[in-house]
């Protein structure tokens, strides 16, 4: 461009500066486009679950921070207690009740946080979303989970499973059920978990291309996936080193919980331990973080 204008490159560099403050000059005259700054549970929901997940794979614990205050803020300033989530958040108020992704997505961002810090409270978060979305969404006749809650009879509901740019939230849903139920060793998740994709059967064998997040889950039920039990004490060394591991490879079929306690004295007595268990069997337990991992990869 400076050769077409026979001019220098510092000479055009100047120019086309000159040129932005102008435009930037007259343009504040003009009335600027509206800012959306309304607060959604369900896209921060997305966004605490890449968070947590980010924290631990990159190692980087600033990341964890910023998905447990989004997390904080949600359940302090978008929750009611016994009626649920709130989707919006604007100007200091709430607005409109919790739609399915809104339990869906926050309950995948509370597993994430709950694999990058172990702490109990998120899992007794998310029994509670569980059992809300389960009173408000579910089909108890047919299976499946409605989007929205049940107005009145005249208001028509439906059951997306479509997964787009967002995942549906019954996709969602299939995976969250599944994570948790192993991590809780409860069968009832595993039950609903199994309504679903007998609902939305027809649906997947039709269009697989359309349920792809939905398949991810298909793909942990049908497995083998793993539950990873480390037991041991916050800060030990060979714990850390387990934790690492795990965080350091791709296991998209494995998920882990932290059982704390002080270990009996004795040879490797300060060495934590991992159980390894799949399809309700476990393996003998290894205190050997590179073991376990030879474990997982052989299954």
């Given at each position: 461009m400076a050769n077409e204008f026979k001019i220098s490159l510092n000479d055009l560099i100047m120019s086309i500066g000159r040129i932005q403050k102008l435009l930037l000059k007259y343009r504040r005259k003009r009335i600027p486009p509206?800012?959306?700054?309304?607060?959604?549970?369900?896209?921060?929901?997305l966004m605490i679950a890449a968070f947590a997940k980010a924290s631990r794979i990159l190692n980087v614990p600033e990341y964890l921070e910023v998905a447990i205050k989004a997390g904080e803020f949600i359940w302090e300033k978008m929750r009611e207690k016994n009626r649920g989530l709130y989707h919006s958040f604007s100007d200091n108020e709430i607005g409109v009740k919790g739609f399915l992704d809104d339990y869906m997505f926050l309950i995948w961002g509370f597993l994430e946080i709950y694999e990058a810090c172990f702490k109990n409270k998120y899992l007794d978060r998310i029994e509670e979303l569980f059992s809300a979305s389960k009173i408000k969404f579910w089909d108890r006749k047919n299976g499946g989970f409605y989007f929205s809650e049940k107005i009145d009879d005249e208001v028509p509901r439906f059951k997306n499973i479509y997964d787009g740019a967002i995942p549906?939230?019954?996709?969602?849903?299939?995976?969250?059920?599944?994570?948790?139920?192993?991590?809780?060793?409860?069968s009832e998740y595993e039950n609903i978990a199994s309504q679903i994709l007998q609902y939305f059967a027809r649906d997947i064998k039709t269009s697989p291309i359309s349920q792809t997040f939905l398949l991810c889950a298909l793909d942990f039920l049908v497995g083998p996936s793993f539950c990873v039990t480390l037991e041991g004490k916050?800060?030990?060394?060979?714990?850390?080193?387990?934790?690492?591991?795990?965080?350091?490879?791709?296991?998209?079929?494995?998920?882990?919980?932290?059982?704390?306690?002080?270990?009996?004295?004795?040879?490797?007595?300060?060495?934590?331990?991992?159980?390894?268990?799949?399809?309700?069997?476990?393996?003998?337990?290894?205190?050997?973080?590179?073991?376990?991992?030879?474990?997982?990869?052989?299954?």
């Amino acid at each position: 461009m400076a050769n077409e204008f026979k001019i220098s490159l510092n000479d055009l560099i100047m120019s086309i500066g000159r040129i932005q403050k102008l435009l930037l000059k007259y343009r504040r005259k003009r009335i600027p486009p509206f800012k959306d700054k309304k607060i959604l549970v369900d896209w921060n929901g997305l966004m605490i679950a890449a968070f947590a997940k980010a924290s631990r794979i990159l190692n980087v614990p600033e990341y964890l921070e910023v998905a447990i205050k989004a997390g904080e803020f949600i359940w302090e300033k978008m929750r009611e207690k016994n009626r649920g989530l709130y989707h919006s958040f604007s100007d200091n108020e709430i607005g409109v009740k919790g739609f399915l992704d809104d339990y869906m997505f926050l309950i995948w961002g509370f597993l994430e946080i709950y694999e990058a810090c172990f702490k109990n409270k998120y899992l007794d978060r998310i029994e509670e979303l569980f059992s809300a979305s389960k009173i408000k969404f579910w089909d108890r006749k047919n299976g499946g989970f409605y989007f929205s809650e049940k107005i009145d009879d005249e208001v028509p509901r439906f059951k997306n499973i479509y997964d787009g740019a967002i995942p549906s939230g019954n996709s969602v849903a299939l995976m969250n059920l599944l994570r948790f139920g192993m991590l809780t060793e409860n069968s009832e998740y595993e039950n609903i978990a199994s309504q679903i994709l007998q609902y939305f059967a027809r649906d997947i064998k039709t269009s697989p291309i359309s349920q792809t997040f939905l398949l991810c889950a298909l793909d942990f039920l049908v497995g083998p996936s793993f539950c990873v039990t480390l037991e041991g004490k916050i800060g030990e060394d060979n714990l850390n080193r387990m934790i690492d591991v795990l965080n350091s490879n791709y296991l998209p079929n494995v998920i882990s919980k932290l059982k704390i306690h002080d270990l009996a004295k004795g040879k490797d007595a300060e060495k934590a331990i991992a159980h390894i268990c799949t399809n309700k069997s476990c393996k003998p337990p290894t205190n050997d973080a590179y073991v376990m991992l030879k474990i997982l990869d052989t299954l």
